[in-house]
C-alpha cells in the first residue's frame, strides 16, 4: 500500500480541449481527499507549455523540490477524466519497493487507422540480435481489473515514487538536461518520452505496473473509454468471422 503524501501534476496549453472536464475532475480528488486520508492535501504542480517531453521533466524537478518532499507524484495529463475513487485504487495498489511505478488503464486513438483505438499497454520488441531494444509492441489483451506487469506505458495516469526520479537523476548525472523524460532515436523506432522514462526504468531494474481497474478516459473530439475499445474489438471478430 502507498502509504505517504502524493503530490498531483499536470502540464497543459494555454488553452486545451476538456479544460473544464479537467479541471471538474481535480476538484473532485482534493475534495475527497480532504475529506478523507488527507494525502494529497491540494498539493499540485502546473506548467503551461507545448513541448511535452520538456513539461514533464519540469514536473518532476518541481515536485523532488517541493518542501514538504511528498513521496508519489501522480502525474495526470490535463485530456484525463477520472474519480478520487481512481486515485485511491491506484494508491492502494502502488508500494515504494515492489511496485514503484503505477499506471492506469488509458486509450489513445490512432487517426491514420480510421480512429482505432489502442491501450497504452506495450512491450518491448528486443533487436535483431535478441539484445536490446528495437521498438515498443502494443498489448491486446490483458487481466481485467488487476494489477498487471508491462514493459512500458504512457504517463497519462502515471503515479512513480520519489526514489525512481532520484535514481534516475543521479545515474544521468547533474547537467543532463532530461534526466527523465526524453524523446529517443532508435534505428527503426522513435520513443515518446514515455517510452523512454519505462526504458530508463528498465535499466535500472525498476518494474512498472498498470492497474487495469483503473480505467480512465481520454478527452478527444469523444471520450476514449475502454467500452470503446471492447466494442471496436468485437466489431472486428465480426468483420473477421
Known sequence: MAFGSVCIGFCHPDVWL???LFNSCLRDTFRADNHGARRIQDREIEVVGSQI???RNDIVEAFLAHPDRPHWLLMIDA???WTPQDVTRLLAAADEKERPVMGGLCFAERRASGGELWPTLMVFEPGPDGRGVAG???????????VCKVDTTGAAFLLVHRSVYERMRERAGPHHPAPWFAITYLPMARLGED???????RGLGVPIHVHTGVSIGHVKQRVLTEAMFDEQQAALLTLAG
Request: charged fraction near 30%; hydrophobic fraction near 40%.
Open 18 to 20: 476538456g479544460a473544464a
Open 53 to 55: 517531453d520538456v513539461l
Open 79 to 81: 485530456d484525463m477524466v
Open 136 to 146: 515498443v509492441k502494443d498489448m491486446t489483451d490483458w487481466p481485467r481489473g488487476e
Open 195 to 201: 517510452t523512454t522514462f519505462c526504458l530508463r526504468c
